[in-house]
């Protein structure tokens, strides 16, 4: 699920990247392109962190369960 989520906001937030460095919108465009990026990169590194958290605790579980 995260894993397709990351993917999933990996789109507008490249997007709102490449689509700033073109002259096709005007000052609001602009505008409006950093907030989406800023707000994308936001929930992108909130979602990979809770990826990372999962990943590392479901690797420590079954190191700890193999034990015994």
Known sequence: GFFWALIFL???????????M???FGTD???FLYYLHRWTAL???????ICLYILVRRQIV????EQH
């Open 10 to 20: 990996s789109l507008p937030l490249t997007l709102s990247s490449i689509a700033s």
């Open 62 to 65: 079954s190191e700890n369960t």
């Open 43 to 49: 929930a992108f590194a909130c979602t990979a962190i």
């Open 29 to 31: 465009g602009q505008e």
């Open 22 to 24: 073109f002259n096709l």
